[in-house]
């Protein structure tokens, strides 16, 4: 199916961030975590999208900031 090639279901992306789909829930009302959109009522994650926002969470490790 093309929509399971792009999108990630919520107990998908929460395994692949080491989470429980109950705080992927948590974050979306904090308005925190990776984007999601709705198929439905059913709440999804692009692939794409969520790639991007673990992404802009990245910092260089202290070591790397203390050498530039």
């Not at 789909?21 to 975590?33: F, I, N, Q, S």
């Amino acid at each position: 199916m093309y929509l399971r090639e792009l999108y990630f279901s919520k107990e998908e992306m929460a395994e692949e961030l080491g989470v429980t789909p109950r705080t992927l829930d948590r974050w979306w009302a904090e308005r925190k975590g990776p984007p999601r959109t709705y198929v439905g009522r059913t709440p999804c994650y692009l692939k794409s999208s969520s790639r991007q926002w673990l992404e802009s969470g990245e910092r260089p490790a202290a070591r790397d900031r203390d050498a530039a």
